[in-house]
């Protein structure tokens, strides 16, 4: 079988010091010290209660608290329209296994996560590289097996976030040739020097969007995500497939992120995540005051340094 090629690059990279990661946006940053005691909640939770097999789709009690946040970016979701996943990774996994036949297309940007063209051949399906600054480079690269476009702001590995025109031009071209938009918005809060993030409108029937609480809030390990999609019954569909797969994400991982958006709230984990963050850049003087938008895991020594490079490399 194919050794993947990301795990390898981390496992090289691990041992070269002051390496500049392009690979994996993972925050070597403690939790925050007052979720901790949270989580021994999401413990006594299962010890009182009970262990059994998740629900399927996931826990409706976190369900419920990610409505809340999509609320906070405008977007009218409830928990019927929330599927709970592995992180970002399982909901594209996920969302690409229903979405999507071996023989499809599918459109990505030309820089886009490196999953994306593993993902496209596990799947059988062709990967279209095009530039969504330009939308009708995309209208060009859209053809009758095009079955859909995975876009991704800010966007990794480049860092750029696209306008909120930029993103409406995408969501109304797929709506009118009945394909799908996949916004992987695992990236979502991380925006630094007034830029704001800009997601497509979860009314649109077309668009399914990707999350997690990997980057934003600095929870990799916690290996929880979510996937929303305004028809009801893709949410089943998706629920069903990570039944398939897994039979469902861990009640203890779903419990202990309830526990953390409860305790501190969605604002108190952002809020506290420019804390560390300032606490690290600005203390090592590695903070790079040119970045542009965002970068995957600038919360990171290494993120900064590689911001800094990714600057030089724009800049010069
Ligand atoms: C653009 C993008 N999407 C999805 C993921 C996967 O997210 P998760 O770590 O929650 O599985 C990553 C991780 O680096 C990513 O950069």
Known sequence: MRRIGIIEINEQAEKIPNCIRFDKGSSKFPLPEEVVPHFHKAIENMRD?????????????????????EKKNNRQVSAENITITHGGTSGLFTALSCLTRPGDEIITSQYCFELLSLLTSHFGLTQIRTDFSQIDEVKKAITQKTKLIIFNSPENPTGKVYSQKKINDLAELVEYKKIWLLSDEVMHGVVYNNTFWYGP?????????INSFSKTWFMPGGRIGWITSKDKRLAELFGNSLSMQTEGVSLFSQFMMAEALKSIGYEGLLAKRMIILNDYSFGTKRYCPKTFGATKDSLSLLGARRNEFLCQLRTG
Do not use: F, M, W
């Not at 209660?49 to 946040?69: D, R, S, V």
């Not at 409108?201 to 969007?209: A, F, G, I, L, Q």
């Open 49 to 69: 209660k009970y262990c059994h097999y998740p629900n399927t789709g996931g826990e409706p009690k976190l369900k419920q608290l990610i409505a809340e946040i």
């Open 201 to 209: 409108s979860t009314d649109n029937e077309r668009v399914v969007t």
